[in-house]
């Protein structure tokens, strides 16, 4: 599975950023997808994450209400909107998959197999 993210940038503290992630060499649409970021010195975390079929997803605290993951199954892409951006949300942004196909979305980065190269997310004050 080769993943592709894109869409970094660099944003003014309440601005907005699209992140995508492309998908190629396995049947995109019977996995589920996560968003991680790792800012400097600090550990990977996962930002949402979503089932294979899109019906359900799950943020952490601090993005609810402010990022929005997606996907187009059919595009073979994952897509997470992140709308009132704060300095706090500067970090390398990765996208990722697990290893099982028509699995629960898992929360923890061990638990996926397959990453993208990360896309910078600067947002300034």
């Known amino acids: 599975v080769q993943l592709q993210a894109s869409g970094g940038g660099l944003v003014q503290a309440g601005g907005s950023l699209r992140l995508s992630c492309a998908a190629s060499g396995r049947a995109f649409s019977t996995y589920a997808m996560g968003w991680f970021r790792q800012a400097p010195g600090k550990e990977r975390e996962i930002v949402a994450a979503?089932?294979?079929?899109?019906?359900?997803?799950y943020y952490t605290d601090s993005m609810k209400g402010r990022f929005t993951i997606s996907r187009d199954n059919a595009k073979r892409t994952v897509y997470l909107q992140m709308n009132s951006l704060k300095p706090d949300d500067t970090a390398i942004y990765y996208c990722?998959?697990?290893?099982?196909?028509?699995?629960?979305?898992?929360?923890?980065?061990?638990?996926?197999?397959?990453w993208g190269q990360g896309t910078l997310v600067t947002v300034s004050s």
């Open positions: 979503i089932t294979w079929n899109g019906r359900r997803t």
């Open positions: 990722a998959a697990p290893s099982g196909a028509f699995t629960d979305y898992p929360t923890a980065a061990v638990e996926y197999s397959y």
